[in-house]
């Protein structure tokens, strides 16, 4: 089976020096891709440069994308192409417009200008104590994979932060829903650490629980080869 995995985590350039990303190391992502390997699927990762990568593989071919822009291009490309996608990448909700010192921000009488505005330094002045950084929303980009491929079996991820495992579910199955998606994949920060990763299989019928990201990765193999069973 044709399967396309992302993971890692976005970086939005704020100017050539800075930029807002997130703490994904793309460990998990690493992990399932692995598990898909050693069962002899062919794997296209969608990955960022920092992130944690397999092994050279016969059957894995890696794209290196840097920010949300990138990934829309790239996913737009090969969604077609693919039989599953995997979408554990944590990608920005905002990227920068517009950075400026508090002063400006003060005196303008239109913040609306602001947001058409662009930085034209390659490396932002340091010298205003307070500076106003303007952000856009970038698009969601699992909510267009159906309109690309009607066909595909998509698994995403959603990812809170200390929720009650009702919320937490019942934010997944709208997602479920929204994204036409096959499987949501629930996870709550406070329950990852380094030899744990809490997370609940969310699907129209039914609930599944791991406690591993070994364990994570074992279920989606399951979940994909009945998916052509």
């Known amino acids: ?22 703490h994904s190391t793309g460990r998990l992502g690493k992990i399932i891709t692995e598990a898909l390997l050693a069962a002899g699927h062919e794997v296209c990762l969608i990955t960022t440069p920092s992130a944690i990568k397999p092994e050279p593989h016969p059957n894995l071919s890696i794209r290196e994308i840097d920010n ?14 693919y039989q599953v996608l ?17 002063d400006e921000v003060k ?20 010298t205003d104590e307070v500076q106003v950084l303007f952000l856009k ?9 159906k309109d690309w491929n ?7 991820f959603k990812l809170l932060v200390d929720v009650s495992e009702d ?14 998606a096959d499987l949501i994949i629930a996870n709550d920060l406070t329950q990852i650490s380094a030899n744990q990763h809490h997370a609940i299989f969310v699907e129209k019928e039914q609930l599944q629980t791991v406690q591993t990201k070994e364990e994570i990765a074992n279920l989606l193999l399951e979940k994909i080869q009945a998916y052509h069973s």
């Open 137 to 145: 929303k970038t698009p969601k980009i699992i909510s267009l994979v």
């Open 167 to 180: 919320y937490l579910i019942e934010i997944a199955r709208q997602s479920l829903i929204k994204n036409q």
């Open 86 to 102: 995997i979408h554990s990448m944590a990608v920005s909700d905002y990227t920068p417009v517009y950075m400026t010192g508090l």
């Open 150 to 156: 009607t066909s595909i079996h998509l698994i995403g």
């Open 1 to 22: 089976m044709k399967i396309l995995v992302t993971s890692g985590g976005t970086s939005e350039a704020i100017d050539s020096v800075r930029s807002i990303t997130n």
């Open 107 to 126: 005196t303008s009488s239109n913040l609306e200008e602001l947001l058409d505005k662009k930085n034209k330094e390659a490396k932002i002045s340091s």
């Open 68 to 81: 949300t822009n990138d990934l829309l291009v790239v996913m737009q490309e090969l969604v077609k192409e």
